[in-house]
């Protein structure tokens, strides 16, 4: 059961908390099932809102209900709280796209269709003095507001609002910072800037993991009845970030049609087989020309479930006016205004998973991840494979092969809007991160494809669309990356 503090007092708009003029309740965290709460609407001057979403239940457990669309815009001197997936996590990444130059998509033809992109945030805070170092990101002053949740949020449905990133990007609001509620509930100084940051929980428990666990205790912003089983299998799973779809090979579509790296030993390498087994070590194909017939040819679902719990502390704030510290792309933090609301919109990108390196924005593929179901039996309705990050534990990626060993070349269905960043094996670059295949501890160094999925999927949190933060994971793994 969740216990509240019952000594501060709550603004609320359907059962959200809302951190305005007065700190909110705060309920402790709780790894289980709890009963759905009565939503609470009381506090002088805010009007009943009754429209809710569902309460999804469980296993005799429920989500609280939210206020459909979150509180109002609060106006000057306040912090409006939002959230984002950007525009892609309405449309996914189409192919062929409307703009090879600037959309994001897969370079090598395949077309992601999200169906469902849900993430479990909590503990938006800010902290005085957010540039404090100029070296070091991660360095701030103490705490001095905060929006507790936790929220589930699908960031698939987007939202009324406008996303930070322009239209037609779309965020929906989570709750309202009024006043400096951790600090005798002074003004915000619109002198000043305030850090910003926000968490990432697991919907339930991870091993290893001590910090907290949202379980149903959490705030349904915007599932639907029908999402109930993605939630439990985020529970069961204890997933922060969770995707769910489909990826069908569009290649043939593009206008530059498809072109491959040689991925062989040589311009006339060939797949030798012998009664023995394989001649020549690895295998290879004749005349460095892979038969990528023999990817999923029905296309396949993912069900990816990130348990990566994550802090994004101190961000940079794309939106803000002025210059940033050196070697830095924006200002740090958040200011309010006497002209209207500051918005503060998390913002959690879609594509970084699928990056070929640990570098900000690099080119997405899927091959690497269609490859490793090649001659692996489809499910019995069409033969159409789901894939799951488990799959990936063991599996190198420097290079990659697909799963009968053969190597895998670069594919590229984009003409000359994209060069592989090789001639061979299709390969994804750590930078100054150590891989070590084989290794057992991934707390100093990527072991797999398993490792490196989740390693650059856990820097996929900004603050305001675009802006870097410092990234604190709560799992095992090498520190850095932005």
Not at 133 to 138: F, H, L, R
Not at 248 to 277: F, M
Not at 352 to 358: C, D, I, K, L, Q
Not at 421 to 447: E, H, K, Q, W, Y
Request: with cysteine.
């Amino acid at each position: 059961m969740t216990h509240w503090a019952h000594h501060r007092r709550l603004a609320a708009f359907g059962g959200i908390a809302l951190v305005a003029a007065l700190p909110a309740l705060v309920p402790a965290a709780c790894s289980g099932p709890t009963l759905t709460a009565t939503p609470i609407h009381t506090e002088a001057g805010l009007a009943d809102l009754d429209a809710s979403t569902t309460a999804i239940a469980v296993d005799g457990g429920a989500l609280r209900p939210f206020h459909v669309g979150g509180p109002s815009d609060p106006g000057p001197g306040a912090i409006y709280v939002t959230i984002s997936g950007e525009s892609n996590a309405l449309t996914g990444y189409p192919f062929p796209p409307n703009d090879y130059s600037l959309d994001t998509y897969m370079y090598d033809g395949w077309q992601f269709e999200i169906e469902a992109y849900i993430v479990v945030v909590d503990k938006i805070t800010l902290w005085s003095d957010p540039n404090q170092s100029s070296t070091n990101q991660g360095l701030h002053g103490p705490a001095v507001a905060e929006l507790t949740g936790p929220f589930v949020v699908d960031l698939h449905k987007g939202g009324a609002l406008v996303g930070q990133g322009g239209y037609p990007e779309q965020a929906t609001a989570l709750g309202v910072i009024a006043n400096q509620n951790l600090n005798g509930n002074a003004s915000f100084d619109p002198t000043l800037t305030y850090g910003f940051g926000f968490s990432t929980i697991p919907a339930g428990p991870v091993a290893g993991y001590t910090g907290e666990v949202a379980g149903y205790d959490a705030y349904n912003v915007n599932l639907t009845p029908d999402e109930a089983d993605d939630y439990a299998y985020m529970v069961a799973h204890g997933a922060s970030v969770y995707y769910r779809g489909h990826a069908v090979w569009q290649g043939q579509s593009s206008q530059y049609g498809c072109t491959e790296t040689n991925a062989g030993n040589g311009a006339s390498a060939r797949l030798v087989v012998t009664d023995g087994g394989l001649d020549g070590g690895s295998p290879t194909y004749e005349d460095g020309g892979y038969d990528f017939t023999k990817l999923p040819q029905h296309g396949m679902s993912f069900r990816f479930a990130f348990s990566t719990p994550t802090n994004y502390v101190n961000c940079q704030n794309y939106t803000a006016v002025g210059a940033p510290l050196p070697g830095e792309a924006s200002p740090r933090g958040i200011q309010v205004s006497s002209a209207g609301s500051a918005v503060a919109q998390v913002t959690i990108h879609m594509d970084h998973p699928f990056w070929e390196s640990f570098a900000e924005d690099t080119p997405v593929h899927w091959d690497d991840i269609a490859a490793q179901y090649v001659g692996v039996a489809g499910a019995a309705d069409g033969g159409v494979v789901e894939s799951h990050i488990d799959d990936f534990r063991g599996v190198g990626f420097q290079p990659f092969t697909d799963h009968a060993g053969t190597p895998l070349p670069w594919r590229n269905c984009s003409g000359p809007f994209y060069t592989p960043p090789g001639n061979g094996a299709m390969f994804f670059s750590t930078l100054s991160i150590p891989v070590c295949p084989g290794g057992s501890d991934p707390a100093v160094c990527i072991r797999d494809y398993y490792d490196y999925i989740r390693y650059t999927q856990s820097t996929q949190g900004h603050l305001n669309s675009q802006g870097l933060c410092f990234i604190d994971r709560q799992f095992p793994a090498p520190a850095g990356g932005s």
